[in-house]
């Protein structure tokens, strides 16, 4: 049985479509199946960033009841690693259901070791029925305050909701000497903090390449820290597994 796993955040732009594609090459790099799902359905971008563009069936015409989601699945030149694709058109975009995403995403735990849904920022109606596809959440917050508070506010909602929470993300450190410090985050956050990602030009450049930094850069301090997450995203996984299974 696979695990079923929200990346989301209080904040956009704090790295959630950057974390979901990075932890999926990693995580199919050490040896799992991987599907990643855009349900950011306006702001798509994990397929770019993934490399993939012009799929024929997306994630938006399943939710619009014009394609079956086994259709709407590709590999990627990543081992391992498929992919469900968003439209970024906003015909597509008006004629999807965000309503029906939690029924067409929950099955595919049969079949994947991990399932990993880039969600939108906040806790608007596209957000929550993104997140409440997930059985387990990772939040992403960057080192600021009110991202911070704002990423707890989402935490707070999802675990009331019954997501079990893996921990957080802090990423982006280092861009300021203002930054809130790891340990002081974790107090305030009151979950475990997965993995430190710093702030590492090559994180950019590698979105913009569309190939995620772990294949593009392996040798860059973004992505060891990204093969660091996926070791302890897969160690808790196990953990879980042995207590529920
Ligand atoms: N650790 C990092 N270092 C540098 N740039 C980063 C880092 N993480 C993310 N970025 C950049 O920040 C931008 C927003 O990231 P993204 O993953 O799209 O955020 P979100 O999905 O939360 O809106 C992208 O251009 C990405 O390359
Ligand atoms: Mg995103």
Not at 46 to 64: E, F, K, N, R, Y
């Amino acid at each position: 049985m696979g695990h079923l796993i929200a990346i989301a955040s209080g904040k956009g732009g704090t790295g959630k479509t950057t974390t979901t594609a990075n932890l999926s090459v990693a995580l199919g790099r050490m040896g799992h199946e991987v599907l990643a799902i855009d349900a950011d359905l306006t702001m798509a971008n994990l397929s770019l960033v993934m490399g993939i563009d012009d799929a024929p069936q997306t994630i938006h015409d399943v939710l619009a009841g014009d394609s079956d989601i086994n259709d709407a699945i590709y590999e990627t030149r990543y081992q391992n690693v498929y992919i469900i694709p968003a439209a970024i058109d906003w015909e597509h975009v008006k004629r999807a259901d965000p309503r029906k995403l939690p029924e067409v995403i929950k099955p595919l735990k049969h079949s994947y070791d991990f399932v990993l849904i880039d969600c939108p920022a906040g806790l608007q109606m596209d957000a929550m029925n993104a997140m409440l596809s997930g059985e387990e959440v990772i939040l992403v917050t960057n080192p600021e305050i009110s991202c911070i508070t704002d990423t707890m506010k989402v935490g707070i909602v999802l675990r009331k909701a019954g997501l079990a929470m893996l921990g957080f993300v802090l990423n982006r450190y280092g861009r300021s000497e203002n930054d809130i410090p790891p340990d002081a985050a974790e107090e305030v956050m009151e979950i475990p903090l997965l993995e430190v990602i710093p702030e590492d030009r090559k994180v950019r450049e590698a979105t913009l390449e569309g190939v995620p930094v772990v294949e593009y850069d392996k040798k860059s301090e973004g992505a060891k820290a990204f093969m660091r997450l996926a070791e302890e995203v897969e160690r808790i996984a196990g953990m879980k597994a042995r207590v529920m299974y």
